[in-house]
T-cell receptor, first 115, second 109 residues
């Protein structure tokens, strides 16, 4: 595997379910990100991890819970979601070194539908 | 507040040139990015500007004017595969990326 991978690619869940999204990067990067992408809206940054430490939580509801066990893996645990949480969830990574531009590399995303 | 503006949709003809504009108002500036996103796929990095001027990379060029809070992405010799959304993003003083909603580019034969 190369780049950034995400599983599952598609997920349908009820509002009472608990599920987890998984992201893995094979690039040796130090930072990982979760984004929410809704139709015709800007990417919304949810969480940032630098060297496994969470450095950003952009007022995300507690029904979304991130976990970063090491610098290569990132999870997003979901529980009691709402229909408005239906969106594409993108994971990204970046080198997070002093070298610019420090661009982010994205995974293919998980298309989440909450019924 | 922080804001990135870009047109929602543009249409162009195969073989032609198109310019996608992006204006921004952010708390600080540490570079501007352009990404390409094909339908159902991940965004992929296209270009990065941190100083004023034009950066050319093959058929794609990106321009930045920091004093005007303005950038554009120029695509030449358009091909059908260039049909995609183009996302503008600015890195602010907190080193976070602020994203525009994207411009959907439709290429017609």
């Amino acid at each position: 595997e190369t780049g950034v991978t995400q599983t599952p690619r598609h997920l349908v869940m009820g509002m009472t379910n608990k599920k987890s999204l998984k992201c893995e990067q094979h690039l040796g990067h130090n930072a990982m990100y979760w984004y929410k992408q809704s139709a015709k809206k800007p990417l919304e940054l949810m969480f940032v991890y630098n060297f496994k430490e969470q450095t950003e939580n952009n007022s995300v509801p507690s029904r979304f819970s991130p976990e970063c066990p090491n610098s290569s893996h990132l999870f997003l645990h979901l529980h009691t979601l709402q229909p408005e949480d239906s969106a594409l969830y993108l994971c990204a990574s970046s080198p997070a070194t002093s070298d610019l531009p420090d661009e982010q590399f994205f995974g293919p995303g998980t298309r989440l539908t909450v019924l | 507040g922080q804001n990135i503006d870009q047109p929602t949709e543009m249409t162009a003809t195969e073989g032609a040139i198109v310019q996608i504009n992006c204006t921004y108002q952010t708390s600080g500036f540490n570079g501007l990015f352009w990404y390409q996103q094909h339908a159902g796929e991940a965004p992929t990095f296209l270009s990065y500007n941190v100083l004023d001027g034009l950066e050319e990379k093959g058929r794609f060029s990106s321009f930045l004017s920091r004093s005007k809070g303005y950038s554009y992405l120029l695509l030449k010799e358009l091909q059908m595969k260039d049909s995609a959304s183009y996302l503008c993003a600015v890195r602010d003083s907190n080193y976070q990326l602020i994203w525009g909603a994207g411009t959907k580019l439709i290429i017609k034969p």
